[in-house]
């Protein structure tokens, strides 16, 4: 090729290099909006994860817990209770001879209430006699 027929397609040259610019445009924009989408998406989710944590540090820290955790003390008669102890934001519960619908009793209302279990120890003693210590914060 020389310089004659180089001139002779300037104008079509310059028409291909647009195009492929304005095609390599499109596609980065296409990229850059999807990028745009997907941090936004995430955005969102951790927007709603920390609006989720505030509301269970609203309940953790809700004056309610300390009366809640009461329960513990009535759910399985005196005889069966070995300790129970509140201080702060703290409780330390001890079972003997617990049958296995009392331990599920009380295995429910510990794992459904807003606390975090810090020690948690179950021991069979014999086929359906259990002993149980748990200590929880709030």
């Known amino acids: 090729m020389n310089i004659m027929t180089l001139q002779r397609y300037k104008n079509e040259i310059i028409l291909l290099f647009t195009a492929l610019f304005a095609l390599f445009g499109f596609y980065y924009k296409l990229s850059a909006q999807s990028y745009v989408?997907?941090?936004?998406?995430?955005?969102?989710?951790?927007?709603?994860?920390i609006?989720?944590?505030e509301s269970y540090k609203?309940?953790?820290?809700?004056?309610?817990?300390?009366?809640?955790?009461?329960?513990?003390k009535k759910i399985v008669p005196k005889s069966k209770r070995k300790r129970f102890s509140k201080k702060s934001s703290k409780v330390s519960v001890s079972y003997i001879n617990l049958t296995t619908n009392d331990l599920n009793k009380i295995s429910n209302k510990?794992?459904?209430?807003?606390?975090?279990?810090?020690?948690?120890?179950?021991?069979?003693?014999?086929?359906?006699?259990?002993?149980?210590?748990?200590?929880?914060?709030?």
Do not use: H, Y
């Open 51 to 53: 609006v989720e944590i």
């Open 110 to 138: 510990l794992l459904n209430m807003p606390i975090q279990i810090i020690k948690l120890n179950i021991a069979k003693k014999s086929k359906n006699n259990f002993t149980m210590e748990f200590t929880c914060k709030w």
């Open 37 to 49: 989408e997907d941090n936004k998406a995430v955005i969102q989710k951790q927007i709603s994860e």
């Open 58 to 72: 609203k309940q953790w820290k809700s004056k309610g817990i300390a009366n809640r955790v009461n329960i513990f």
